[in-house]
């Protein structure tokens, strides 16, 4: 995983398959306290202590036929990596929510790649889940949910491929207005 | 060449290794630190060389059935030492960087068959 977007999408895809039908995504990064905060809940199925031990386990997966499972575990070593961690709070019904922190600053801090390009793919594999965004950044708060992005009309009238640009324009604009941009992970000096 | 003969000519210290594993044949390798690259990249049979050492490296290593991993300089934590023993993936471990690593196994090695 080169860039913290790909974790991203890798965890909500642990929550589709979690059969979630509601995704909060929370994205901050605070200049002043040094850090990077990236949180995703779901209410999906969620886990019991075990399986919440077993979840950063390497070498435990839940899909038959594979060896191992690195979804979790690299965001782990991401995370710490950077001087940062990883909270899993879940229980069985009410869903997960993984928690994880990097130093902004850190040399080996990935970068936050395109956020806005990850959320519009999972909502076009995943259009029937309402994902929701909160990204707190340099210059305010963007928020937004995925049905209030594109409404209902305009996905009907549009066709797939024109509503999710459009879904990938607003996303981009609102994040850009709240100071969010690219980067090249953390820095020297 | 095999992977015992590698830990000789390399002069490389064994955190784990199997009885089959010393036997194996390496057949070329690979020198990587992005995990995600390294799966896309590497081939069964390589020796890897890396500088990671989170017990992910063994979860990649025993995926992709790599003849080895060689971690140099950093310290190995013994949680992934452990990790290769239970899994019965060959950890080496070198004092010297990946370049002077690399280079002496690419001089033992050569090219891989199918490498430009």
Not at chain 1, 1 to 13: A, F, G, R, T
Not at chain 1, 166 to 178: F, H, M, N, T, W
Not at chain 2, 75 to 93: D, F, I, M, N, Y
Request: aromatic share 4%; net charge negative.
């Amino acid at each position: 995983m080169v860039d913290i977007s790909l974790h991203l999408l890798d965890l909500m895809q642990n929550s589709a398959r979690a059969q979630a039908t509601r995704i909060d995504v929370r994205v901050s990064e605070d200049k002043e306290k040094d850090t990077l905060t990236i949180s995703i809940e779901d209410d999906g199925k969620g886990m019991d202590e075990d399986e919440k031990r077993l979840a950063l386990d390497p070498f435990y997966t839940t899909r038959k036929g594979k060896k191992v499972g690195l979804g979790l575990p690299f965001v782990v070593q991401a995370a710490r990596m950077s001087g940062g961690d990883v909270k899993i709070e879940s229980a069985p019904v009410s869903g997960t929510k993984v928690e994880i922190t990097f130093s902004l600053s850190h040399i080996d801090r990935q970068p936050l790649g395109d956020i806005p390009a990850t959320l519009v793919a999972f909502m076009a594999g995943n259009p029937e889940i309402e994902l929701s965004l909160r990204y707190t950044g340099p210059a305010g708060v963007f928020s937004t949910v995925s049905h209030r992005l594109v409404c209902e009309e305009e996905r009907e009238t549009l066709g797939q491929i024109a509503w999710l640009s459009l879904a990938e324009k607003r996303l981009r604009a609102g994040l850009a207005g709240a100071g969010f941009r690219p980067d090249g992970g953390g820095v020297i000096g | 060449m095999r992977v015992d003969d590698l830990v000789k000519r390399l002069d490389l210290k064994v955190k784990s290794i199997s009885k089959a594993g010393s036997a194996r044949e390496v057949g070329g390798g690979f020198v990587g630190d992005v995990l995600s690259h390294v799966m896309a990249n590497v081939r069964p049979n390589d020796a890897w060389v890396t500088v990671q050492t989170h017990e992910n490296v063994v979860a990649v290593a025993l995926l992709l059935d790599v003849a080895c991993v060689v971690v140099c300089q950093r310290e190995l934590p013994p949680e992934t030492c452990r990790r290769a023993q239970s899994e019965g993936v060959a950890l080496l471990w070198s004092e010297r960087s990946a370049f002077e690593v690399a280079g002496r196994l690419y001089g033992l090695l050569g090219s891989r068959p199918n490498e430009r």
